[in-house]
């Protein structure tokens, strides 16, 4: 969307996108992202429209860490229209649509520095039915991953703990054997180089990954996308 485009601030992103919801008959609007580093205490970012009375219950009961939703959201990165399985989760449902949140659709979306984010759209009223999404999914989730990209655009240093150089396409190759778990020895044989080599690229590893050791090299460069 050229309007997302020229958005100068994550404020002028979130108004956009409210307001296009709304236009699609969602009444309230919500996004919330996880930084995977450190590995301990993730950093979790949210900005909503739910009413006060519900943010106030989502952070007093912790409901973070039982919300469906969210639980769907560090899986999966497919679409979801919600509520789902009612009878698992059904005080949950019923917490959140007495106050005010019926039904709605999510997009979780997965970014190069590891980030885990989603946008949810919600309202009070009837379900979402299949003619309904049929006709307004595809412009849902243009509108999730426009916004996605338009906030990943203005965040143009890495949050702390995600910056990092550029590896070598040797490095990388390195990373994966190790992530395999074979020996510094061992990739030697596997690249027909010697060993010390092996040690020396790890250093360097290390080093960009600001870790301690080669264990935590490995998670990091996974987590932040460095290998596949």
């Known amino acids: 969307m050229t309007t997302l485009s ?15 919801a709304q236009s699609l008959n969602f009444e309230m609007s919500a996004f919330g992202a996880r930084d995977p580093l450190p590995v301990t205490r993730p950093t979790f970012s949210t900005r909503n429209t739910y009413p006060e009375a519900w943010q106030r219950r989502y952070l007093e009961g912790n409901y973070f860490a039982r919300d469906p939703v969210v639980r769907y959201g560090l899986v ?23 106050h005010g949140l019926a039904t709605g659709w999510s997009q979780p979306i997965r970014d190069k520095h590891g980030r ?9 009223a009837e ?13 849902l ?38 992530a395999d778990g074979k020996t510094a020895l061992e990739i030697a044989s596997i690249l027909s180089i010697s060993e010390r080599t092996i ?15 080669k264990t935590q090299a490995i998670v990091k460069a996974v987590l932040l996308g460095v290998i596949y």
């Open 199 to 213: 040690t020396f690229h790890m250093q360097n590893i290390m080093e960009k990954l600001n870790s301690v050791n």
């Open 127 to 139: 379900p979402i039915s299949d003619l309904e999404l049929s006709a307004t999914e595809s412009r």
């Open 116 to 124: 885990i984010a989603m946008w949810s759209f919600a309202r009070s």
């Open 141 to 178: 989730i243009y509108l999730a991953h426009a916004a996605h990209a338009a906030s990943s655009r203005l965040a143009a240093v890495p949050p702390p703990g995600m910056q990092m150089s550029q590896f070598t396409a040797r490095e990388k190759e390195v990373l994966q054997w190790a």
């Open 76 to 98: 999966y990165t497919s679409p979801l229209v919600w509520p789902v399985d009612a009878r698992a989760d059904e005080a949950f449902w019923e917490e959140a649509k007495a």
């Open 6 to 20: 020229r958005a100068r601030n994550f404020d002028e992103i979130f108004n956009i996108v409210a307001t296009c």
